[in-house]
């Protein structure tokens, strides 16, 4: 009879952890079942929805989706010579 699970959360760091939150997230959100996924990832079903449940860290963003791509195009384009900048950072 086991005791412990075997995949123990806790011993993973926080950036694996978040890793593995925004997959699992994204793979129930892309149809997959939480039983699907907590299985895959060997972890259990609660946590799928306790993620779920869970706002993403941080403040909301202050521009909208537009804005955003907007600015990803201005600057992944052009070099910061060809914006008039004398170099790069």
Request: net charge positive; proline share 6%; with cysteine.
């Amino acid at each position: 009879m086991k005791c412990k699970p075997e995949n123990d959360g806790r011993k993973y760091d926080h950036h694996t952890l978040q890793l593995m939150r925004i997959q699992a997230i994204k793979a129930v959100r892309g149809g997959q079942s939480a039983t699907e996924v907590a299985t895959a990832d060997g972890i259990n079903r609660q946590t799928i929805y306790r993620w779920m449940a869970k706002p993403i860290p941080g403040r909301p963003s202050k521009l909208s989706d537009q804005q955003m791509r907007w600015v990803a195009e201005a600057v992944g384009n052009d070099t910061p010579q060809q914006d008039g900048f004398e170099f790069a950072l």
